[in-house]
């Protein structure tokens, strides 16, 4: 099973990432932002960073790259997406996923450990999790205070698309705790927290990240 | 061209909340909120094209999802 990891310039997260898809069975194939190539993956990663150093607004830049064009292409055919961190920002900035993400309401970067519950765990990327079932991953942000419209918001809920939550806290200001949202299919998720980060006991808060990852082989295949 | 861009009244603007936060710290209590936006000024060869320069204000410069724009077209 073939998973793409996108690099953008300023991307940090990338080798994390395909560590990530290597860990959980998968083969992390590299893709490059500026070519029109996906290599034949059969799912994407677009990962954490500061890509065109968030200029413009985290991720607009981004979502313009050449390979961007090709992802929401494929994605709307049912190509499963996981945005993590810049990469939701470029995803929703690419109308790939609904909402925005702005400027933490306290202006502070929050780093630390994130207690998350798990709303869907029938997305492609989820299905390896138990809806209700809390999760422990790293945060890293400056700029991921999820917001949209309260009917936006009344809609997304309706209609099931927030994948996660925040609990115990909120790093942010997310309105209504939302750490991360899908597609109307569920084939692309986009989420601030770093699941590439606690896929080993050695340096993570935990593994939980990991089934993020073992989700899409399970949903690749059955595509 | 001139493009600003301002948030939408509705999102909240905690970068403005701290400039006036420090202007109530240096006595000028007469100032009542403070929004921040971004300015652009972008030269153009030849004659304008409107909707082509509303279109790059609209799908570029801006995020309608949170933000809001204001043209000022050399015209004006």
């Known amino acids: 099973m073939r998973i793409g990891v996108i690099t953008f310039p300023g991307s940090l ?54 390979l961007m064009q090709d992802v929401v292409d494929r994605a709307r055919q049912g190509l499963p997406v996981l945005g993590i961190c810049n990469g939701f920002q470029v995803l929703c900035e690419a109308g790939l996923l609904p909402g925005a993400l702005t400027r933490n309401s306290h202006l502070h970067f929050r780093n630390r450990d994130q207690a998350l519950r798990v709303e869907r765990d029938d997305t492609a990327w ?98 | 061209m001139v493009v600003d861009v301002v948030l939408k009244p509705e999102i909240s603007d905690p970068q ?23 300015h652009f000024v972008l030269e153009v060869v030849g004659t304008p094209d409107e909707a082509e320069l509303k279109q790059i204000a609209e799908t570029l410069l801006a995020n309608p999802v949170i933000e809001d724009v204001e043209l000022h077209l050399p015209s004006e």
């Open chain 1, 13 to 66: 997260d990338d080798v994390d990432a395909a560590r990530a898809v290597r860990l959980a069975g998968g083969e992390p194939v590299a893709l490059w932002h500026a070519d029109h190539d996906l290599k034949d993956v059969d799912a994407v990663v677009l990962p954490g960073g500061f890509s065109y150093g968030d200029y413009l607004r985290a991720g607009a830049i981004a979502a313009r790259a050449p």
């Open chain 1, 126 to 223: 989820t299905d390896s999790y138990d809806a209700g079932q809390r999760i422990v991953i790293p945060v890293k942000n400056g700029e991921g205070r999820y917001v949209g419209s309260p009917q936006e918001l009344d809609r997304l809920e309706g209609e099931g698309r927030v994948v996660v939550r925040y609990v115990e806290g909120n790093p942010n200001g997310s309105l209504r705790d939302i750490a991360g949202v899908t597609s109307e299919n569920g084939r692309v998720v986009g989420l601030m927290p770093h699941p590439e980060h606690a896929v080993e006991d050695l340096t993570g808060p935990s593994t939980d990240g990991l089934g993020f990852f073992t989700s899409v082989l399970k949903a690749a295949v059955s595509a």
């Open chain 2, 16 to 38: 403005g909340q701290a400039v006036l936060g420090a202007l109530g710290r240096l006595g000028h209590d007469g100032v009542r909120s403070v929004r921040q936006g971004k």
